[in-house]
């Protein structure tokens, strides 16, 4: 894997896969056939590294969005109709290929996003998993309850919603995509996917892998372009019956209301601006390796990153002054080299966007303890320098607002209750990190805290059986196991009389 081997091993790999990229370009994939956007419009793709062009995206909008959701519809009765066996033997095809190209999909990746291949690696191997995992539950997704009465036997069985929407964000967008994109093929609908403009390249792979691996034309559909235009169209569009969308919360917003005239289920999956909580009887060793790793690694561009440590008053200053002496040589570089633990972020707006917190943590009078601004020497790309703030107080806005980097605001408590309280005095809640070895004060916090998953004296480790989502502005709904079948699919409910129940006889006299 490309994460196991040096810098000049994966720079030679890419450079021999750039000129392709940049020949062909990002297309759009519609009814099985790539095809440049309808008005002929394309825009660039930057790489995050030195923000040279790696190549053109066709940009799609509504006319192409149209023509998707079309083939979508089309392709909808006959994929549906297969039974779950043939479509867990197509996923796994996907699977296989997936696997096949893992290497190709990491670097590409890299290339588009910046984020460092030792991730990058990983992440391509688990959109495998997403894809098996999904599959081997594709023949069971239609199974319901017996919910039998006295006078009636009713059973209830699922059957999949119809065309949906994809709408995925530019963080790890190829392995984002399989966990949307999988569930809902499993359940037998078929898709439109509209990726992040920022990161377009993998979707495309992905798109061309389902379709080598044998499924349908038009079963998977692919269309690239702006959220305003392309992103807009698809949630409007009468054809498609449901999206699962990730991204900002405000974005979120905007979704349902687009959707509304057509009254679109929706899944969201949104912001955080998560706590990671420390007790002073915590394992503080482990704590300090896990609050570094959920806050720095992937770039900090993360939705689950632990953005606000909470640590107890009585340990507060050492914790920190550990916390700073690590952060400060976290390795930022290259992101193709297998060392590198922060890459560049993903646009320059972005990096002004993560930058402008740094002046707004210092007016508010917390104190900077590490990073701000990009390293020296690297002032190509959009790098950051890992940063950190002590001393922050619940209210600013380094402790509300998420910035989406390598970002940490640390606040001090005195007790459970104050914890609970900074916790969840923010606007999202999507997951918490509590550090004890008091376990009663854990699952008192647990049950109290706001988010929709938690882990205790854990960095964040998916099971993919288990609910996936937040609470307030961190999303509607869960994904996950069976939860994401709950989503891609309608419950039905029969009901069979068992024998002669009492009818009512109306017009008798
Ligand atoms: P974004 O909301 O700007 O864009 C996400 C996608 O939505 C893109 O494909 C974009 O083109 C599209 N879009 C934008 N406006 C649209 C509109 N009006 N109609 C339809 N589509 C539209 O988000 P981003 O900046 O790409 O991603 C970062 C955000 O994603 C962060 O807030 C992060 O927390 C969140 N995120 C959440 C999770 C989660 O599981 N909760 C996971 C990853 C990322």
Known sequence: MAAKTTLAENRA?????????????????????????????TFTTLTPIDNSVICEVAEGDASDIDAAAQAAADAFPAWAALSGKKRRDL??????LIEKHAEEIALLETLDTGQPIRYMSAAAVRGAENFRFFADRAEGARDGLALPSDEHLNYTLRQPIGPVGVITPWNTPFMLSTWKIAPALAAGCTVVHKPAELSPITAQRLAELVLEAGIPPGVLNLV???GETAGKALTEHPAIKAIAFVGESATGSHIMRQGAPTLKRVHFELGGKNPVIVFADADLDRALDSTLFMIYSLNGERCTSSSRLLVERSVHDEFTARLAERANKIKVGDPFDPATEIGPLIHPDHWEKVNSYVGIGQAEGATLAAGGGCPAGLEKGNYIAPTLFTN?????????????????????????DEALAIANSVDYGLTGYIWTQNVTRALKMSHHLDVGMIWVNSQNVRHLPTPFGGMKASGIGRDGGDYSFDFYMETKNIAIALGNHRIAKLGVG
């Open 13 to 41: 790999k890419i450079e021999q896969y750039r000129p392709q990229v940049a020949a062909g370009g990002v297309q759009n994939l519609i009814n099985g056939i790539k095809v440049p956007a309808y008005s002929g419009r």
């Open 392 to 416: 922050a107080s619940s209210g600013m806005r380094i402790a509300q607002e998420e910035v989406f980097g390598p970002f940490l605001t640390v606040i001090p408590f005195d007790d459970e």
């Open 91 to 96: 996923l796994y095809n996907v699977a296989d």
């Open 224 to 226: 690239n372009g702006f």
